[in-house]
């Protein structure tokens, strides 16, 4: 069982959450995206528990800390801020978040966590997916 927390703020790294306990755990496949604006987005997130845990996103903007972006604590719980929408799906033990069309300014961290099942005061950490806009090299003739 990993018990450590770490986190290290810099405009190049950003912050590492790990924390598992009592069994539970949280997974992210996505390492890092990147999107021109207006396309969709899917970060996916799963979650392995013997209990009904609250879920969560958190969003680290670059140069700031870890935000709440959505919380769920109910099985089928569809939460939804700034664009961003999840549901808390039990049957496939997954917490997805996703926007139809992403913008300039989402370019940031996106976090899942769920939380302690025992203690409830503890968040389990995914290990993040890092959202980047695509740049192009405009040419004029």
Known sequence: MLAASECSISPTRGCLFLRYTNGDSVTQIEG??????GDSLTVNCSYETTQYPAL????QYPEEGPQLLLRASKVNDKRSNKGFEAT???ENTS???KKALVQDSDS???YCALEDTV???EL???TGTAIKKKKYKISSG
Do not use: P
């Open 32 to 37: 890092q995206m990147t999107l021109i604006e």
């Open 56 to 59: 969560f996103w958190y969003v």
């Open 88 to 90: 808390y799906n039990q």
């Open 95 to 97: 917490f997805h978040l």
């Open 108 to 110: 940031a961290l996106y």
């Open 119 to 121: 203690t409830g005061s």
């Open 124 to 126: 389990s950490y995914a």
